[in-house]
């Protein structure tokens, strides 16, 4: 592993997942992470573009969840079904960056 790659490995949690700073504990699959969780507004989404993904009477929410690889037991998979927080989701998508994983979960309420 390059000295670039180690150092990047330490700002993960030293600097981007910080819990003094950005980062939060939450519950990812009945284990507990360090994380960062966005929550993109509608607004958000239609500005990029994105469709809106709820159904007639059921509202969808989206949280964008960074996450260190390391921290999971598994790479979660797109439609994947996990909990985040004890709530059911999607995964909508996973993307490895790095080492950090940047995923997109869906929630869906009645």
């Known amino acids: ?3 670039f790659q180690d150092q990047l490995k330490k700002d993960f ?3 981007f997942i910080n819990l003094d700073e950005f980062g939060s504990e939450h519950e990812l699959n009945g284990i507990n992470v360090k994380c960062v969780v966005q929550s993109p507004t509608e607004q ?4 990029k573009g994105l469709q809106y993904r709820g159904f007639e009477a059921v509202h969808a929410q989206q949280a964008i969840v960074y996450v260190v690889k390391d921290d999971l037991q598994e790479f979660p ?3 994947e079904v996990m909990t985040f927080d004890g709530e059911t989701c999607v995964v909508d998508s996973c993307e490895n960056q790095m080492g950090m994983l940047k995923l ?3 929630f869906n309420h009645a």
């Open 104 to 106: 997109t979960l869906d």
């Open 44 to 47: 958000d989404n239609l500005l």
């Open 13 to 15: 949690t030293n600097v």
């Open 77 to 79: 998979a797109k439609d």
């Open 1 to 3: 592993m390059s000295a």
